[in-house]
Nanobody
Framework: QVQLVESGGGVVQPGGSLRLSCAAS????????MGWYRQAPGKQRELVAV???????DYVDSVKGRFTISRDNAKNTVYLQMNSLKPEDTAVYYC????????????WGQGTQVTVSS
């Protein structure tokens, strides 16, 4: 069974930084794309950043230049470095990965709360 376990959320003041981590574990054959989504109260879940197995990245416009996604393939871990945080970044952040066990499917983490407030 595959699990995605997130860590690193919390409360930070505007302009501050946080680093999220998400480690995949279990009977994994391979991991394709890994990414981070977020969902604010009353809003739909949105893709924040994604990174391919080869290291190509993409970001939603609102975080470009502030957030950086990276991954350590040896550790099956994806990171999200968030700088210059704004109150509108407040949301539950979910890790996502496309993982092949016997077949390829989507897996999600449990979510971690990020609150940006003075």
């Amino acid at each position: 069974q595959v699990q995605l376990v997130e860590s690193g959320g919390g409360v930070v003041q505007p302009g501050g930084s946080l680093r999220l981590s998400c480690a995949a574990s279990g009977s994994i054959f391979s991991i394709n794309d890994m990414g981070w989504y977020r969902q604010a109260p009353g809003k739909q879940r949105e893709l924040v950043a994604v990174i391919s197995s080869g290291g190509s990245t993409d970001y939603v416009d609102s975080v470009k230049g502030r957030f950086t996604i990276s991954r350590d393939n040896a550790k099956n871990t994806v990171y999200l470095q968030m700088n210059s945080l704004k109150p509108e970044d407040t949301a539950v952040y979910y890790c996502h990965a496309r993982i092949t066990v016997w077949s390829i499917r989507d897996y999600w983490g449990q979510g971690t709360q990020v609150t940006v407030s003075s």
